[in-house]
């Protein structure tokens, strides 16, 4: 069975930072790209950040210079480090691992509320 937990979410004040971390089971986790995506109300889901299994990185524009994604292979787990958040980072946050590129089907985890506010 594959599990995307994802956790660390919670409310923070704006230029403050919070730490999201998901934990991965059930797939082969290194050869999976692994992805954080957000969900704001009354929006579409979009993309946050991704890291392949070759430690390839890409940010969305919004959130350059801000956001750092990272993963452990060993312990099956992929962070987002956010900081200097903005009230527009508010969103819920979604752990996502593609296996596209290898044929392989594509996860998600049930998602952290963000919340930035003062």
């Known amino acids: 069975q594959v599990q995307l937990v994802e956790s660390g979410g919670g409310l923070v004040q704006p230029g403050g930072s919070l730490r999201l971390s998901c934990a991965i089971s059930?797939?082969?986790?290194?050869?999976?790209?692994m992805g954080w995506y957000r969900q704001a109300p009354g929006k579409q889901r979009e993309l946050v950040a991704f890291i392949t299994s070759e430690r390839n990185i890409n940010y969305a524009d919004s959130v350059k210079g801000r956001f750092l994604i990272s993963r452990d292979n060993g312990k099956k787990m992929v962070y987002l480090q956010m900081n200097s958040l903005r009230p527009d980072d508010t969103a819920v946050y979604y752990c996502?691992?593609?296996?596209?590129?290898?044929?392989?089907?594509?996860?998600w985890g049930q998602g952290t509320q963000v919340t930035v506010s003062s």
């Open positions: 996502n691992a593609n296996g596209a590129r290898r044929g392989l089907s594509t996860y």
């Open positions: 059930g797939i082969a986790f290194s050869i999976y790209t």
